[in-house]
């Protein structure tokens, strides 16, 4: 599935720019952008391995939420000056 795939590409370039992130955000803000883009991928793959569609949906909505927390995450990081507007 090319949206699992551009996932998982999404997933390296945020742990390259949390890499960065000042170490005492490394129990924060880092980890917890570094779990919610991981679990865009994982829930895509998991809904893909269910049996009727309203399950795939409902792990696809997650994803979703998932890629809405992420892009909160990536402004409060912004407006903290651990990124640049170019790492968004």
Same mark, same amino acid.
């Given at each position: 599935m =090319?949206?699992?795939q551009?996932s #998982? +590409? =999404?997933? %390296?370039?945020?742990y390259? #720019?949390?890499a960065? @992130?000042?170490m005492?955000?490394r129990?924060?803000?880092?980890s917890k %952008?570094?779990r919610?883009?991981? *679990?865009?991928? *994982?829930? %895509?793959?998991e809904?893909?391995t269910?049996?009727t569609?309203k399950? @795939?949906?409902? @792990?696809l909505?997650t994803a979703?939420? *998932?890629s809405f927390e992420l +892009?909160?995450q =990536?402004i %409060? *990081?912004?407006? =903290?000056n @651990?990124?640049?507007r170019? +790492?968004n």
């Amino acid at each position: 599935m =090319l949206v699992w795939q551009k996932s #998982i +590409d =999404l997933v %390296i370039e945020v742990y390259q #720019i949390t890499a960065k @992130f000042p170490m005492e955000e490394r129990y924060g803000l880092t980890s917890k %952008i570094n779990r919610c883009v991981v *679990s865009i991928p *994982s829930n %895509i793959a998991e809904g893909a391995t269910r049996n009727t569609y309203k399950e @795939f949906n409902n @792990f696809l909505a997650t994803a979703q939420g *998932s890629s809405f927390e992420l +892009d909160t995450q =990536l402004i %409060i *990081s912004n407006r =903290l000056n @651990f990124t640049s507007r170019e +790492d968004n």
